[in-house]
């Protein structure tokens, strides 16, 4: 699969006024996203090239066969991404409950015998109190390649090579070991994304561990919990976005399909002129090869 893109940067002053407008434009309200993103590097680069991967995890064989494919020539950086939500957070899940109880309190300082649905039968705290905490073990996760996008010239967008396998049993860091490739790094990424038409539009940020969680000269493994939403740092100090306008084709050997992906970029930035300049952006900067 191919995916073309384009970018904006966004100061964080001008993010609540584009997010409506990327809605007005799609006609359809933000979702939500917050994605942990594992890095992966080959543990050593010789012997990796061309290796078997083990495990007993069931993966789809066919894009997994694929994706090895691409990696019999240069070594590149691996991702496993899992979706994570608000409120498994430790201080979404802490405020959460603290909000319900004080509203436990007010009923019944109120005597107010209706609980809207906050107690239980058995007098226990309801469902609003019983915000599921983060479970490492629970978490689902996708393994991502991206290549290293064309050199800008031949198209007025962005174009690179992706792949995405869903691991959908087993352990997932004992086969990104089998796989040859060590953890070193995570961060999260959190915004919200609108489609519109054939394209998927990205305003997001990254965000880093606090250093408590991230310091040392080695981190052998994922932390298994996450740290409190308000201590992640954003990679750009100054809290800036980036809208990614993206849209993917699964068969480039079709240009009619990659001519229309194109075209609708073009068209969106069109549209978006005068509120963001939508570029191709640095090459360089998506180069996710091992050095």
């Known amino acids: ?53 083990g495990g007993t995890q069931t993966v789809q064989n066919q894009q997994a066969q694929a994706l090895q494919s691409q990696l019999q020539g240069d070594l590149f950086h691996l991702q496993l991404v899992g979706d994570v939500d608000d409120g498994q957070f430790p201080d979404e899940v802490v405020q959460a409950r603290e909000k319900a109880e004080d509203e436990l309190m007010k009923d019944a300082e109120e005597g107010n015998t ?98 408590s969680q991230s310091s040392g000269t080695s981190v052998p493994s994922p932390r298994k919990s996450l740290p409190p939403y308000n201590s992640l740092i954003p990679l750009d100090p100054s809290g800036g976005y980036v809208l990614q306008a993206s849209a993917r084709v699964q068969d480039v050997t079709k240009p009619d399909g990659v001519n229309l992906a194109i075209n609708e970029l073009k068209a969106f930035k069109d549209i978006m002129k005068g509120v963001v300049e939508l570029e191709i952006g640095d090459r360089l900067s998506l180069d996710t090869r091992v050095k």
């Open 1 to 53: 699969m191919h995916e073309h893109l384009l970018f904006a940067q966004v100061p964080p002053s001008r993010h609540n006024q584009l997010l409506r407008i990327l809605s007005g434009i799609a006609g359809q309200q933000p979702t939500r996203v917050i994605e942990r993103h594992l890095m992966f590097m080959p543990r050593k680069v010789h012997d990796s090239r061309g290796q078997q991967v």
């Open 114 to 211: 209706e609980t809207r649905g906050r107690r239980g039968l058995d007098g226990s705290l309801g469902d609003s109190l019983e915000r599921p905490m983060y479970d490492f073990e629970e978490q689902t996760w996708s393994l991502r390649f991206s290549d290293l996008p064309e050199v800008p010239g031949r198209r007025p967008v962005a174009s690179r090579m992706i792949s995405s396998v869903d691991i959908i049993d087993g352990n997932a860091i004992e086969f990104m070991d089998a796989l040859g490739y060590k953890y070193i790094s995570e961060y999260i990424l959190e915004g919200h994304r609108v489609i519109h038409n054939n394209l998927i539009l990205l305003l997001h940020r990254i965000m880093l561990f606090p250093p």
